[in-house]
């Protein structure tokens, strides 16, 4: 029986933290026991059913949080379903088409068997953190790019893949 689901986040700046509490929420609406929690917190995913694990692109790669977590926990995962997404587009890309994970994450894929990867737009806004960050928002390329509707959807359907699970 599948009923508790751990969402881990690695996150500089809080929206992925944001797409990971999301996450939660639709999960537990779905009738899941599921938390979002910061990826460097977590120190054992032994009392997890499944796990979701995101992380904040920057510069292409997966915030170091979530492939520390992937690191540490490798053995663990790979006894349990594993969804990953990632967030960073700073633009409408990942609305308008799927886009295929950066090498990094291609690499997670490979050490720990992942039901599916997603990638989700992302959002830098005035107050950043990091030197690159406020760079790119003096650009004036940061803004919100997220997708809320397209979160809860993917989010629905992991339920539903839970849930299928369950019913074997």
Known sequence: MLRKVLVAYGTKNGSTAQIAVT??????????????????????????????????LYAGRWHRDARRFVRRHRRSLARRPVWL???????????????PPTPGVRRVMDKVETTEHVTFGGCLEEGGKGRI???????????????????????????EELAGAESR
């Open 85 to 99: 997404f990632s967030s960073g587009p700073l633009d409408a890309s990942a609305s308008e088409r799927d886009v």
């Open 23 to 56: 996450v939660a929420e639709v999960l537990h609406q779905r009738g899941f026991a599921a938390e979002a929690l910061p990826a460097r917190s977590v120190t054992s995913v032994a009392s997890y059913d499944a796990v979701v694990v995101g992380g904040g």
């Open 133 to 159: 960050a406020r760079m790119i928002l003096r650009s004036g390329k940061g803004g919100d790019f997220r997708d809320f509707a397209a979160i809860e959807t993917w989010a629905a359907r992991v339920a």
